[in-house]
């Protein structure tokens, strides 16, 4: 099994380059909305990267369900994408998109609450023993690959809402015209949380003028890192402090999810109307907006808090407040 992993991932790097490759250029790349000149911002973009949380294959974790896996590499990619897609909507909520990580550097406690919510405990609320368990009920056994659809639904089942209201929009696509609307959402659109697809690459976070996409790859097996006496968890595994790699949009699977962030409800109204002017303007388009519940969907259920208590349960709201950003009518509908 190890072998076949090895080569699996050696075969990543067919299609990828290093940053530090990159050549000096005049180029602006964009990481998650924000803006860097490559020429002159090169260090700040490093940077910029460097603190996005990482979350990569683990191994020697408790075992899933009691009697499961105790590592995820080969099958957790998809899951661990997902969980660095849910984890920039929470720094973006509670530490801001302009926060940034230092190595050795004492972090808000607003971090070490979120980076706890992902540790690779079953009491974790955003683990990856409570999206492997969560992903039973869509139809995936404990231990199977998940594709970018599924980690979506699963996220939602999860409550992708805080006590402030804030919106995680997921959009999940599976068409071969995507290509030119990625790239359209990648830079038009300033609440980017994260990308996650298919192909390796799992996970995707910025773009460039050159069609070029830098990403951080979860296909690296790491030891499980739990929280120490003091409280706080030695985040340096969860930070990727190699210089990021690079690919060709062209070598995007077009199965992806999107991920989007929006803090306040006119957050979402004015992503809903960047995405009808930029994107949906198109003929064939890869999802809609459309203002009503359509009848020949399953009725919408709120996602539910989890039965158990979890560390930092605290982000997920009720679903009474749920309400109040009118789910019912836009999120289902955006995770098609």
Request: glycine share 6%; aromatic share 10%; charged share 25%.
């Amino acid at each position: 099994m190890e072998s076949v992993l090895s080569k699996y991932e050696n075969q990543i790097t067919i299609f990828t380059d290093y940053l530090e490759e990159y050549p000096d250029t005049d180029e602006l790349v964009w990481i998650l909305g924000k803006q860097h000149l490559l020429k002159t911002e090169k260090s700040k973009l490093l940077s910029d990267i460097s603190a996005r949380l990482w979350f990569t294959y683990r191994r020697k974790f408790s075992p899933i369900g009691g009697t499961g896996p105790s590592s995820d590499a080969g099958w957790g990619c998809m899951l661990r994408c997902g969980q660095m897609m849910l984890a920039q909507a929470l720094i973006c909520r509670h530490l801001g998109r302009d926060w940034s990580w230092e190595k050795q550097k004492e972090q808000p406690k607003e971090y070490q609450r979120i980076l706890q919510c992902f540790l690779d405990r079953k009491d974790c609320c955003y683990s990856i023993h409570q999206m492997a368990q969560m992903g039973v009920g869509e139809g995936k056994s404990i231990g199977e690959w998940f594709g970018p659809n599924t980690v979506a639904q699963v996220l939602k089942k999860l409550a992708l809402f805080d006590e402030w209201n804030s919106l995680a929009v997921y959009v999940s696509m599976d068409n071969t015209v995507v290509i030119e609307d990625i790239k359209k959402m990648c830079r038009v659109l300033p609440l980017s949380a994260d990308t996650a697809g298919d192909r390796p690459p799992d996970s995707l976070i910025a773009s460039n003028q050159s069609d070029e996409l830098i990403f951080l790859d979860p296909h690296t097996t790491q030891t499980f890192v739990d929280t120490e006496e003091n409280g706080t968890v030695n985040d340096q595994t969860f930070h990727c402090l190699q210089s990021p790699q690079r690919m060709n949009i062209l070598n995007l699977d077009p199965s992806v999810a999107l991920g989007f962030f929006c803090k306040e409800e006119k957050d979402f109204d004015n992503w809903c109307s960047l995405v009808q002017k930029e994107i949906l303007k198109e003929n064939l388009r890869m999802f809609e907006l459309v203002q009503k519940h359509p009848s020949h969907w399953p009725p919408f259920v709120p996602p539910a808090k989890p039965e158990v208590t979890t560390t930092g349960a605290e982000f997920i709201d009720s679903t009474e407040q749920l309400e109040e950003f009118d789910l019912e009518e836009d999120f289902e509908i955006l995770s098609v």
